[in-house]
Every structure is written in structure tokens, then in C-alpha cells.
């Protein structure tokens, strides 16, 4: 983009004066125009579309209470007279304040969801708390069976629009969106806009452009700046840049210019959910304006239109009940009379899996804190779960109240109350103040607030307004008082409300999603391969592989194993688009490769069905749709080992399908040419050329090679391991296998922690800035072949060994063993690469197995072994694997001792004429 001018800025009052001095009443009569302007934008009114109520209803009110009643016969077996009542609570203050229509609109697109096939969330947000949501369909939590209050939703003491946030899956969000366009009009819709700011990284790239940097050197600069962090906090960590500034007279200006412009919004952009609707065209609220691929937005934002009375409905796109859906499809197939909503809440596998914390993939309960948190908890019943959603967050993990609430719960800790009115409101906590609803509640019981005034404390409470809580201080302890509760207890009870109310969280959320975390541990326990199926469909597409990130597949592809469910390698003759279950196992699908897309999965489905098997690889080329795939499809499906099949040796045939696949797609594609058009061939028959092979010959890729190719694709190595080839090395230089290392002390000072030395690969780095002294450091991790583990260079440490953190590079690391509930982490004090470990530690292994077939064993064999063990003394016991033909397999351990060397090895592999002769076993009995 190019400005034909320079005065694109805004002029200073002395141009402005200078540019127009011939007339310089122009001057004073913009100012006169601008004193005249008057300009009132109403924020006390309402301007919700009218909805459609059927002819025989006088108003949205009689009907909003029509459907009401209805959904609670469908709800309740037996209507108490609590449930009638709060009933018609709600319906009272939704008419007083003139919102039967809102919930109406909600209601009929909810609704339509559900009749078209669109999974739709049980709730979220305080809407949860109403009953009137919950006999409408819109959510599906009971708000008096989990203690929800509907004056956390709409508090009839302030009036302010409703917002009900909805989860629709991910795939059906836009046919809901186009429905209510369709329903309410064009006119009357528009998405929301969202304005981006100019972020450190961002802001320099922006900004090196102008300055005529080149692409690569502005992308090294960025780098330097941690993610997340400001360049102000970048030039405190960040030693490399500072050096780089001094160093550059250039790059100081870029910096220099960069933080000036920091923060500032550069562009618009379109709300991923956000929708507003009017009662009459959209343009007499809010002026308009046209985004990307010309979506009409709004250009007031989502904070300013619900203000202004215009309603805001946010369509939630939640993928976890996409994957419930696919689930419970799958689990039909065998199970036609399954129902989600009828599983027990007590269900005892559930609980079995979440006690041991095998909830990767399980809504919001996979984050390795999460799972530590839920090992020590044991969740028993589904309140525990609710809990589990809102103590999971940095207040209550700071304040302590997590190992309070695990104490409580297991009866380390006796459960007390200052009040007796207090039990019934914290029984499902254990005593402890974990919801807003209960500071509401207490404040009801105990003081007598209504629910609209008990909102408003909790609000000033959690917001931390502090002439407000103290306000209320008195009129809490003088309603406690006429309660039967003295002074100076009703003080205590408000100190410790107001203590934990910080903390708070909303029950009505967590509820609503902790009923979505039963349910998804419900499906992983009682049907797993189903639950693990369709959990891998929903990452195809979110797994591309990139350098310094652990794919989520890969994470759930070895969940899988831990179940004993095999993932089967992707196949050209079994494999298609999505993962599917396979004879109790997980086919790989091929849309989980890198570069491929659905046209050629498709094409690949159409192509079996004709006829089964395909042949070869010409054969397969004549029966898909060139025109559905790209080389570069190809070229990754090679790569994967999707075509083996078509081959005896996969190194082989991956070679040849590399060096193959440009001439042998031009061959295909002239040969369906030629047929197409009837024109024949000058020279040979068309059956004749097609019959020849297209695959040149090529030199077989290297073992290393295949695997760096595997991981490239598909984000991991599926034949094998790159480190096999140093599993010796592994042993040697450190003490344990990473799936054995001993359980972390818990509560262990870090100078007392136990010191071990480990060795593997290095992936998965992330870099980070300290909240506190705004200092680098890392998380990163290590893997051998049987296992990893989490390791923290911390600042100091960082600064010394940062050089080390590349993906892939193979390390000896040692450290100090932190961690808690057997999840170990490696603090690192030393860090040097395998090589660099072979010059400064000597070899350590507990024992040194050497195979050897009996009928290769003899006086002059033993002899030449004896005088390799003498020159190699060391601290390894050496044993003697005999393999025997006749009578089997058996160990001899000798009476020498080994220091494990390379040139011992090679030496001894040397004298028996194989290569893999040699086994090293670690020295505290881990092999």
C-alpha cells in the first residue's frame, strides 16, 4: 500500500492557523459548530427484537409462562411446591423488567438447535440459576437440586440486560447464527467487532517494515521478546536484545519507536461469537462497518452495545460437545438404546478413573495441575467435581484453600462451623467458602438481606469496593443480631465471608460445566475406545507439528496405549479420513497427516469402494481423483508410511515414492488424459504405458532418516525411536530410566531434594518471563525410550545453559527431583550434551549384559573376553547371556566388574561379531 501524500497525520492548532490565515473565521466557526453540537445517547432503554408469540397469547409474558409451565411437568416427575414457587419468583421480576422476550428469542433458537442436530451445552455462566432457563430447555442443570441462585443471573435490584452465553459444538454454530438472521432480518442482525492492539511482538515487525528491515531480520528481533511479555519487560530480561540495541545503532531506534507505539489499536477484527440483535434496523443504533470477507460488524463493541439496550448474544463454539456427539454415535452403533442424559452421577468406574487421575481429555480436568489436584481430592460424587472447577485457579491456590479443602474432605481436618445456619449453605464444601452463591446465601440466612442486596455484596466483594463492604458490615451484623446472632460473632462470620470472598467463584458455572467433566469422564471410563476415538478426530486439523510444542494427538495417542489399546499406523488399504475403531483398536486416519486435506480422503473412500485393495502404487494413481490432491499430499502420505504396503522394505519403497511422485502423478494424469479423449497413443497402447511402472529405483532412506520424516508428518516417531541408536549412552550417564524415577519427597525444601542425573531428548521448550523480577527462564522436556519428564531451568541456570534448548538435542542433565503426588520435576543445575558427557563423567551402569549364542561360545572365545574384562575394570557386574537352542535362554553372571566404556563395548562386540552384543542395565535395577 502507497499514500500519494504525507499528510495523512492529524495538524497541531499552529498549522491549522497558518494553513488557513486567509480566512480565519473558518477557524472560529468550527468551534461555534462544534458548541451547538449536542449529542445524547440513551443507555436506560430497551430494544429487544419482538418475538413471534402466537395469536391466541396476548403478550410475550403469558406465553413466556405457557412454555414455562410446560417444560416443568417435562422436567419434574412430581412438581413440589419449591419448584412452583421459584417458578413463579422468576417469572415475576423477568416481567417486572420487561424480559419475556429475551428469554423467548433464547428459547426458540435453542430449540432449533436441538431439532437440527446441534449439540447444545448444559449451560454456562450464572445463567445456570434460572429455573426459567431450565424449564425452557436453554439449560439442562437443575438450579435447586445444586443450590444456584437466579439473583446471581439478574438481580431485580439493578436493572441490566440478561446475558446468556451458549455452548453450541463447533460444527453446527453457524447454522444457529444464519436461523436467527434469517428469523429476525438482515437488517436487524450484525456481528460484532473487536478492535486488536499493537503487542510488543507485533509492533516491531510493524514498525521494522517501515524502517526498510528485511522480513528475517525483523523475525530475529521479535524473538527476542519473550511471548507475553512487554518490551519494557524484555529489556529487563532479556540480554540478547539489550546487547543487539548497544550493538545497533538501527535496532535502538526500532525499539525505541516500537515502545512509543505499544498498546495502541492497529485493526479491527470481527467477534468469533458475538451477534447483536435489534428491534428495528441496526444502523439507527450503531453505525456500521464492513470486515474481512465483507462481514457487516458493528463499530461499538460488545461492552458498549448491551448499554445502549441492544441485545448481545454470544453463539459459543465448544468442541468438547463435539466430541460427546461423535461418542455417543459411535457408542449407539453397538448400544442403539444408550442416552447421555439418563448415565448415573454415580457411576463407580467414573470415579475410579478420576482417583487416579486418568483424565487427560476429560473436560476441563487434563491440565497436569488439575490431575495433581484430583489425585490428592479423589473425587467421590459429583459435587466434588463442581468443586474441583472452581478451586482450580490462582486465588484459592494461593490462599491455601486447595490442601484445606483436600484436609476437610478426607477427615484430616475437623469441618467447623461459627453458625449453625451455616452448615446447611457449606455441607458440599466441607466447610469451606468456595461459591459466590454461598456468600449470597449466608447473607440471606443469616442477615436477612434480599437476594438483590445479598448480590450486591457479593459483587462489592469480589470487586474488592471497599466503602461498600464496609457499609455493609453494618447492616450484616445488625440482621445477624435480630437472628439470634451476637455482635461479636456476627463480625467473625462477615470477616471470614469477606476473607474468602475473593476468592468466590460462580457455582452456576461451575455446575453447568462440571456436569460436561462427569459426562466425558463417563464416556472415557465406560467406553473407552469410542471416548478415544473421537477425541483424536477432534484434534485432526490442530496438530500441525511445530519445533518447540508437544502435539495434543500425540499426547492422546499414548493416553490410548496406557489403555491397552494399540493405534494401528495409517494404511492405504484400512486407513480413511478420521481415526476409527479397528477390532478393539484405533486405525490412524489419514486426515491427521500433515498436508493432506479431505479432498483426497475422499477420493481415496470412493476409490475403495470399487474395488477394495489397491494393486500397486500406478494403479492407485489411475483410480483416485488427481484433480482432489496435490504432490505435496502425496509427498507426506509417503513420508507417513501410508504406501509400505506397496513395497517389501519400507526404507525402499519411501525412497522410491520420494524420488517418484512428481513423474508418476505427470504419467498417471497423461494416461486418464489420453483415455478421456479417446485419442489413443501415436506410438503404444494406452493399456501398454499404464502397465509399466512409474517408481524409479532410488537409495533406501536411512533408519534416521524414516523417523525424521514420521515426526515431520505426524508429529511423532511411529516406527521407532531416533534415540535407539544411544540407548547405551542413556545408560551409561545417568541414574535412572525416565518412567522409573522415585517418587518426589513431598514438601521437600529444594536444598534437600534428592540430586539425579538424567539423559534423553530435548522437545517441547517453552520460554517464559517471571512475574516478580521479570527474569527468562524455561520449561522444557526430556524423553528417553521409555518415558519423560518436566525439567526448569530457572533464571540463573538459564542465562548458563539456554544454548542447550534446540528440539532434538540429546542431553545429560542433572538436577534436583521436585514434584508432588508422584508427578517428578527436574530443576536443573547441569546441562551438557551426551558427547560433552562422555569427557567430563565416566561411565555408569549397575551391570553389563553381554549375548552370546552356546554354540558360539568356547575356550578361545572366553579367553579373548577374560582379557577385555581385566583391562576394564570398573564397578558393573558383568553377566554372560547365553542363548541355547536346546535348552533356552539363561543368565551367568562372572566374577568380573566393568566400567562400561565405549572402547570396552566395542571391544567386546568386536570379539563376538555383532553389533548389539553389548546390553548396559541401570545401576539402581532399572532396565
Known amino acids: 500500500m502507497r499514500f500519494d501524500s504525507d499528510l495523512f497525520y492529524y495538524r497541531s492548532p499552529e498549522e491549522m492557523e497558518k494553513t488557513f490565515s486567509y480566512i480565519p473565521e473558518a477557524l472560529k466557526n468550527t468551534l461555534e459548530i462544534a458548541e451547538k453540537t449536542n449529542l445524547e445517547i440513551k443507555s436506560d432503554q430497551l430494544l429487544l427484537p419482538q418475538f413471534p408469540v402466537p395469536k391466541e397469547y396476548k403478550s410475550d409474558s403469558e406465553y413466556l409462562e405457557k412454555l414455562c409451565r410446560e417444560g416443568l411437568s417435562k422436567r419434574y416427575a412430581n412438581i413440589k411446591t419449591e419448584h412452583e414457587e421459584r417458578l413463579k419468583h422468576e417469572l415475576s421480576i423477568i416481567n417486572k423488567m420487561g ?41 439442562d442443570i437443575c438450579p435447586l437440586k445444586y443450590g444456584l441462585l437466579f439473583e446471581r443471573f439478574l438481580n431485580p435490584d439493578r436493572r441490566s440486560m440478561p446475558d446468556l452465553d451458549i455452548d453450541f459444538a463447533d460444527f453446527g454454530r453457524d447454522k444457529v447464527i444464519e436461523y436467527v438472521r434469517k428469523k429476525y432480518g438482515e437488517e436487524k442482525c ?181 490431575r495433581d489436584l484430583i489425585r490428592k481430592l479423589k473425587p467421590t460424587n459429583i459435587e466434588d467435581i463442581i468443586a474441583l472447577i472452581a478451586l482450580y ?18 477427615g484430616r481436618k475437623k469441618i467447623e462451623y461459627d453458625h449453625p445456619l451455616q452448615e446447611p449453605i457449606l455441607a458440599d464444601t466441607y466447610g469451606v467458602i468456595l461459591y459466590q452463591e454461598q456468600v449470597m446465601k449466608m447473607a440471606i440466612s443469616l442477615a436477612g438481606f434480599t437476594p438483590g442486596e445479598a448480590d450486591g455484596l457479593r459483587k462489592a466483594m469480589s470487586k474488592k469496593i471497599a466503602e461498600v463492604i464496609e457499609a455493609q458490615r453494618e447492616k450484616f451484623v445488625k440482621g445477624a443480631e435480630q ?10 462470620i462477615y470477616d471470614n465471608i469477606l476473607a474468602f470472598a475473593g476468592y468466590g467463584f460462580n457455582k452456576s458455572h461451575s455446575a453447568a460445566y462440571g456436569m460436561v467433566s462427569y459426562q466425558t469422564a463417563y464416556l472415557k471410563a465406560n467406553y473407552t475406545l469410542e471416548y478415544l476415538t473421537a477425541l483424536l478426530n477432534s484434534e485432526i486439523g490442530r496438530s500441525a507439528v511445530k519445533d518447540n510444542e508437544e502435539s495434543r494427538l500425540v499426547t492422546y495417542l499414548d493416553d490410548a496405549e496406557s489403555f491397552g489399546i494399540k493405534i494401528l499406523p495409517p494404511d492405504i488399504q484400512r486407513s480413511d479420513g ?77 525412497a522410491s515414492l520420494l524420488q517418484s511422485i512428481d513423474s508418476s502423478v505427470d504419467k498417471a494424469a497423461k494416461i486418464k488424459a489420453e483415455k478421456e479423449s479417446a485419442q489413443g497413443f501415436l506410438f503404444d497402447a494406452a493399456e501398454t504405458i499404464s502397465g509399466e511402472s512409474s517408481l524409479l529405483k532410488a537409495k533406501p532412506l536411512e533408519a534416521f532418516e524414516a523417523l525424521d520424516f514420521e515426526k515431520e508428518v505426524l508429529g511423532f516417531y511411529l516406527s521407532g525411536h531416533p534415540l535407539t541408536p544411544r540407548k547405551r549412552e542413556l545408560v551409561a550417564y545417568s541414574n535412572y530410566r525416565l518412567d522409573n524415577l522415585p517418587a518426589p519427597k513431598e514438601d521437600v525444601d529444594i536444598k534437600d531434594a534428592q540430586i539425579v542425573r538424567i539423559a534423553g531428548m530435548v522437545f517441547s521448550i517453552k520460554k517464559m518471563i517471571s512475574k516478580a523480577k521479570k527474569e527468562a527462564y524455561a520449561k522444557f522436556k526430556v524423553e528417553d525410550l521409555h518415558g519423560s519428564v518436566e525439567a526448569i531451568l530457572f533464571p540463573k541456570s538459564f542465562e548458563k545453559y539456554q544454548g542447550y534448548l534446540t528440539p532434538n538435542n540429546i542431553v545429560v542433565i542433572k538436577g534436583k527431583l521436585m514434584g508432588s503426588e508422584g508427578q517428578a520435576e527436574i530443576i536443573v543445575e547441569d546441562m551438557v550434551t551426551i558427547d560433552e558427557a562422555k569427557k567430563k563423567y565416566r561411565p555408569n551402569c549397575g551391570e553389563v549384559h553381554i549375548k552370546i549364542s552356546t554354540t558360539r561360545y568356547d575356550d578361545e572365545l572366553s579367553e579373548r573376553l577374560t582379557k577385555v574384562f581385566k583391562e576394564h575394570k570398573g564397578n558393573a557386574k558383568v553377566f554372560l547371556d547365553l542363548e541355547d537352542p536346546v535348552y533356552g535362554n539363561y543368565a551367568l553372571e562372572t566374577e568380573y566388574l566393568s566400567d562400561c566404556s565405549d572402547n570396552f563395548i566395542i571391544s567386546v562386540e568386536k570379539i563376538i561379531g555383532s553389533k548389539d552384543a553389548v546390553e548396559l542395565h541401570y545401576n539402581n535395577g532399572n532396565s
Open 99 to 139: 424480559f419475556a422476550s429475551y428469554f423467548l428469542i433464547v428459547s426458540d433458537f435453542i430449540k432449533y438447535a436441538k431439532d437440527n442436530g446441534v449439540p447444545v451445552g448444559p449451560g454456562r455462566g450464572s445463567g445456570a440459576g434460572a429455573m426459567v432457563a431450565y424449564t425452557l430447555g436453554i439449560t
Open 190 to 370: 450484525a456481528q460484532i467487532i473487536t478492535f486488536g492492539s499493537m503487542q510488543a511482538r507485533l509492533v516491531i515487525k510493524d514498525v521494522a517494515r517501515v524502517m526498510g528491515f528485511t522480513p528475517t531480520e525483523s523475525n530475529n528481533i521479535a524473538k527476542l521478546i519473550p511471548f507475553n511479555s512487554s518490551i519494557e519487560e524484555a529489556l529487563k530480561s532479556s540480554q540478547d536484545l539489550v546487547k543487539l540495541i548497544k550493538a545497533d545503532e538501527r535496532v535502538a531506534k526500532l525499539i525505541s519507536a516500537s515502545q512509543r507505539l505499544e498498546g495502541l489499536k492497529r485493526h479491527t477484527g470481527v467477534h468469533a461469537a458475538g451477534m447483536v440483535i435489534a428491534n428495528e434496523e441496526i444502523m439507527n443504533y450503531s453505525p456500521l462497518a464492513k470486515g474481512s470477507r465483507d462481514v457487516i460488524t458493528t463499530q461499538y463493541d460488545g461492552v458498549v452495545l448491551p448499554q445502549l439496550g441492544l441485545l448481545k448474544v454470544d453463539f459459543l463454539g465448544l468442541r468438547t460437545l463435539t466430541i460427546i456427539d461423535e461418542c455417543v454415535k459411535l457408542v449407539k452403533e453397538k448400544n442403539p438404546s444408550f442416552d447421555l442424559n439418563q448415565i448415573p452421577l454415580d457411576d463407580p468406574k467414573t470415579y475410579e478413573l478420576l482417583a487416579e487421575a486418568k483424565a487427560l481429555g476429560v473436560f476441563q480436568l487434563e491440565s497436569k495441575g488439575m
Open 393 to 410: 485457579r490462582p486465588g484459592p491456590m494461593g490462599s491455601g484453600m486447595l490442601d484445606d479443602f483436600v484436609a476437610r474432605k478426607h
Open 483 to 492: 437472628n439470634g446472632v451476637d455482635k461479636k460473632k456476627a463480625n467473625k
Open 578 to 654: 478420521k481415526f476409527k475403531a479397528e477390532n478393539g483398536n484405533i486405525r490412524f486416519g489419514l486426515l491427521a497427516v500433515k498436508n493432506v486435506g479431505e479432498g483426497i480422503t475422499e477420493s481415496i473412500g470412493q476409490a475403495r469402494k470399487q474395488d477394495e485393495q489397491f494393486k500397486d502404487w500406478d494403479e492407485f494413481l489411475q483410480r483416485i481423483d488427481l484433480k482432489s490432491t496435490n504432490k505435496k499430499a502425496l509427498e507426506s502420505l509417503a513420508k507417513a508410511g501410508v504406501f509400505d504396503v506397496f513395497g517389501k522394505d519400507k526404507l525402499e519403497i519411501r
